[in-house]
């Protein structure tokens, strides 16, 4: 089983450049950062981005659709996983060779992973932290209307279930 953790991510959000020309957009695995030059081709409804990339010595070019999702406050573009999966982040294992969502990946979280008693729980609690740590950042948009979105409920409902 691959970690979620040992995965390069690539954020819709980075890829921000519509123009059509070839741009770079970084996925991200821990604390490094991988140069994918992309560019997006919209047609009508339709947009498709060109990722190419280097990955252990292989230029490798792949083609992702990218679906707009209509929303309150503006359209939000999502990938489109080649399971029909829509999702914003798509993951690339360290010996993978195409971007996928999680389903198709079969990823866990680190978090999962970690045994309660055998550790004491110390680092169980440790690994807990940095996970709430991390979600915390991805809040972007915490209240939609005066409510908290599912983001921020997710959130709190881990602070509760672990107790920090
Ligand atoms: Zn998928």
């Given at each position: 089983?691959t970690?979620?953790?040992?995965?390069?991510?690539?954020?819709i959000?980075?890829l921000?450049?519509?123009?059509e020309l070839a741009?770079?957009?970084?996925?991200e695995?821990e604390?490094q950062?991988?140069?994918?030059?992309?560019?997006l081709n919209?047609?009508?409804?339709l947009m498709?981005?060109?990722?190419t990339?280097?990955?252990?010595?292989?230029?490798?070019?792949?083609?992702?659709?990218?679906?707009?999702?209509?929303?309150?406050?503006?359209?939000r573009?999502?990938?489109r996983?080649q399971c029909?999966?829509?999702?914003?982040?798509l993951?690339?294992?360290p010996d993978?060779?195409?971007?996928?969502?999680?389903d198709?990946?079969?990823?866990i979280y680190?978090v999962?992973?970690?045994?309660?008693?055998?550790?004491?729980?110390v680092?169980?609690?440790v690994?807990r932290i940095?996970k709430?740590?991390?979600?915390?950042?991805?809040?972007d948009?915490a209240?939609?209307?005066?409510?908290p979105?599912k983001?921020?409920?997710s959130?709190?409902?881990?602070?509760?279930?672990?107790?920090v």
């Open positions: 089983m970690k979620v953790e040992q995965c390069w991510k690539l954020n959000s980075k921000k450049d519509r123009d741009h770079i957009a970084n996925a695995c604390d950062e991988m140069a994918i030059a992309y560019n919209c047609s009508d409804d498709m981005a060109t990722i990339f280097f990955l252990n010595g292989e230029v490798i070019r792949q083609i992702i659709d990218i679906e707009t999702a209509e929303l309150p406050l503006g359209d573009p999502y990938f996983c029909g999966n829509r999702c914003s982040v993951y690339l294992k993978g060779s195409k971007f996928a969502c999680r198709c990946n079969k990823l680190e999962k992973t970690v045994n309660k008693k055998l550790m004491g729980g680092l169980y609690q690994n940095n709430l740590i991390e979600k915390s950042d991805k809040i948009r209240f939609y209307n005066g409510k979105t983001k921020v409920k959130f709190i409902r881990l602070r509760e279930k672990w107790g």
